[in-house]
């Protein structure tokens, strides 16, 4: 046999993948929904699966065919709505079986053996033998018997179509369970093999702690909001959270007070949020009930990225189905006045329309569809420039890496471009132009009102090259806006 020449000269098939979207801006909706477990995030792609989760009567349902339905004539949809638990008050450990779904109360009857688990720290062993239940419910009641040696209740849950164990306790928050064992656990699927869920006792849900925790589960979302009202305290401490993350989440604050109508109050919690605490990334709107949240954060999840001019204000978007929640101009002016966002009904002469105003977010962005663009933009930046580094060369502190560096920037900068997020032809005022020119050291105004952008990589100085720490990059970027109002001098002329 020769010698194979794969010993001077081999050959290593490889892919140079497409870099992906790097954030999907889903939204984000807390509950204090028992049926969720506490600490986690669980996504749902439609309507019909929050419906058979939550039951086709919850709020979490109504909410969801807002979400997923969109904005009239969008040219995407959500992928994804997210749900988290967050309690309003202190909630006993639990433990769910996987779903009976299909299984007849004859296969049922069958089921018998031994079922051990640990609540409050403590073994239970049950006896199990469903020989002659007949309902489901008559087997949860038998179930619960057999626990002698525990404290708990078992019901089962005709929406979820599982078995729930609960432990009691004095208080509920420091109650615990774990997956059950022994030749009856994978019958009556209690084990995380057979689908079988757990959740922990837990108190009052603390807001940091709680995005903390959702934001360690799951990044992959953008807008939040609750299914619920919530109180002003409340309503804050979420604010709060929402302005030190970096203008990469934003908060729907909705309340249904008619405080917000009121010119002059400052109870409201728009101006609490506004003028007292100066939070950015939050959306106040005032709204009859939390679907209008809901369309809000489905606003957002149907901005189409990939889709050239694919960029719409959140103002005069159209949700079917949804009804006017203000329908005066005196009204219309209070709110616009307080900060509020609102489902409105306008009418002149025999046009009538109904629409979102005025598509505000609170802080420097001033508006959602920019907010929500420099939210896709970053991320996309920052695994842009990941994959740089992640392409097995060296990047030099010369001008060959400055290249290197505006190179991996360039797909999403276009991307955005297209998208409209940029805009040739902006006009800069003098003070723009000169805190630009001072950081550049030159004009570059004529390059961005050509190009809409100017990608600025500083001085590869010897200090940053012996630490190998960042030079300054800055991306200037013209937004464009969209225009919302128009005053039209109509003259005839005789």
């Known amino acids: 046999m020769p010698i194979p020449l794969s010993k001077d000269v081999q050959i290593n098939p490889g892919v140079l993948a497409v870099a992906g979207n790097a954030v999907d801006l889903n939204g984000l909706l807390l509950t204090g929904n028992p049926l969720l477990p506490v600490g986690g995030v669980v996504p749902f ?207 729907v604050a909705w309340t249904t007070s008619g405080k917000a109508k009121v010119k002059g109050d400052t109870s409201h919690i728009a101006y609490q949020i506004i003028t007292v605490n100066n939070y950015s990334a939050v959306v106040p709107v005032f709204a009859s009930d939390g679907n209008r949240a809901a369309a809000v954060l489905g606003y957002a999840a149907c901005l189409d990225f990939v889709r050239p001019e694919g960029r719409v204000p959140f103002k005069f978007r159209e949700y079917e189905g949804l009804a006017a929640d203000v329908t005066s101009g005196s009204d219309y002016d209070a709110l616009i006045a307080a900060g509020y966002n609102f489902y409105g009904k306008y009418a002149e002469n025999s046009v009538v329309e109904d629409y979102w105003a005025d598509g505000t977010i609170t802080g420097d962005f001033k508006w959602l569809d920019s907010f929500c663009g420099q939210i896709w933009l970053n991320a996309n930046l920052q695994g842009a420039v990941i994959s740089l580094f992640k392409s097995n060369q060296t990047i030099p502190y010369n001008n060959e890496g400055r290249a290197l560096v505006a190179a991996s920037m360039s797909d999403v900068i276009q991307q955005y471009k297209r998208w409209g997020g940029i805009r040739e032809g902006v006009t800069l005022t003098e003070a723009q132009k000169k805190q630009i020119n001072n950081v550049v050291g030159e004009d570059v105004s004529s390059t961005l009102f050509a190009t809409g952008y100017y990608l600025y990589i500083g001085d590869m100085l010897p200090s940053l090259r012996a630490t190998r720490s960042s030079p300054s990059c800055t991306l200037w970027y013209c937004d464009g806006g969209s225009i919302q109002k128009l005053v039209i001098a109509s003259t005839e002329v005789q």
């Open 45 to 251: 792609s439609s309507p019909d699966d929050v419906a058979a989760y939550f039951g086709a009567l919850s709020d979490e349902y109504a909410r969801a065919q807002l979400y997923f339905q969109g904005f009239k004539n969008a040219t995407k949809t959500p992928g994804q709505l997210l749900f988290s638990r967050f309690n309003l008050a202190a909630s006993a450990a639990w433990l769910r079986s996987g779903s009976f779904k299909g299984v007849t109360i004859e296969q049922l009857q069958k089921l018998s053996g031994t079922l051990t688990l640990s609540i409050n720290g403590k073994s239970a062993s049950a006896e199990v033998n469903f020989n002659g239940v007949t309902s489901f419910a008559a087997a949860a009641t038998a179930l619960q018997t057999a626990l002698t040696a525990a404290v708990a209740t078992v019901v089962f849950d005709t929406t979820q179509n599982a078995f729930v164990i609960t432990a009691a306790g004095a208080k509920p928050e420091s109650t615990t369970i774990t997956f059950g064992s022994g030749s009856a656990a994978e019958p009556l699927k209690m084990t995380s093999n057979t689908g079988a869920v757990i959740s922990q006792g837990a108190p009052v849900s603390d807001v940091p702690d709680t995005m903390v925790a959702i934001k360690d589960a799951s990044q992959q979302w953008a807008g939040f909001s609750t299914v619920s009202e919530v109180t002003d305290e409340q309503h804050l401490a979420f604010s709060a959270w929402a302005n030190g993350q970096g203008k990469r989440y934003f908060y």
